[in-house]
């Protein structure tokens, strides 16, 4: 699926910063109904272009929203977002996203993530390490050729879920 709004990507000799900015804001906008703040900006930029990012903000500043804005954007692509809160956003606007937890994982979810029917997946550390059919299938060349992004939410518990993480 290709999007009009798409700016060229990061490699190519045309890329423009201000388009891409304009591009994210724009279709945030659009779909959300809210302009972007400039430091969501210079995050979801970051994600675009590949570059890692860490945001330090607090609960309720908009931490989701830099690194789903690509995704309305890259409609072809996926975002995954590992996070220790079991209740994160499941209607995040404009986009097709699926929360992955031992309460939610079953063989009718398998075959939609196998369908690559979300855009975005919040799923939890349990589950991105101890869950072998869906490790399995995040690991598959597929997944890795769609992969937006992987994000570590609430990365400051990191040394809390092991050093297998």
């Known amino acids: 699926m290709s999007n009009p709004l798409i700016p060229a990507t990061p490699?190519?000799?045309k890329y423009s910063s201000k388009?891409?900015?304009?591009s994210l804001s724009a279709i945030c906008k659009e779909r959300t109904g809210h302009k972007p703040y400039p430091w969501q900006l210079d995050c979801a930029e970051a994600f675009v272009l590949g570059i890692d990012c860490i945001v330090l903000a607090g609960t309720g500043f908009g931490k989701?929203?830099?690194f789903t804005i690509p995704s309305l954007l890259y409609l072809d692509k996926i975002t995954i977002i590992i996070s220790p809160l079991n209740a994160l956003e499941e209607d995040q606007a404009g986009l097709k996203a699926a929360v992955v937890n031992h309460e939610t994982f079953d063989s009718k979810l398998l075959q939609e993530l196998k369908e690559m029917s979300y855009q975005v997946i919040f799923t939890s550390p349990e589950m991105a390490?101890?869950?072998?059919?869906?490790?399995s299938l995040l690991a598959t060349p597929a997944y890795h050729k769609c992969m937006l992004s992987i994000v570590v939410d609430e990365a400051h518990c990191i040394s809390q879920?092991?050093?297998n993480f």
């Open 11 to 13: 490699y190519h000799e």
């Open 19 to 22: 388009t891409t900015r304009h």
């Open 64 to 66: 989701t929203l830099p």
């Open 129 to 135: 390490l101890k869950n072998s059919q869906l490790n």
């Open 161 to 163: 879920w092991g050093g």
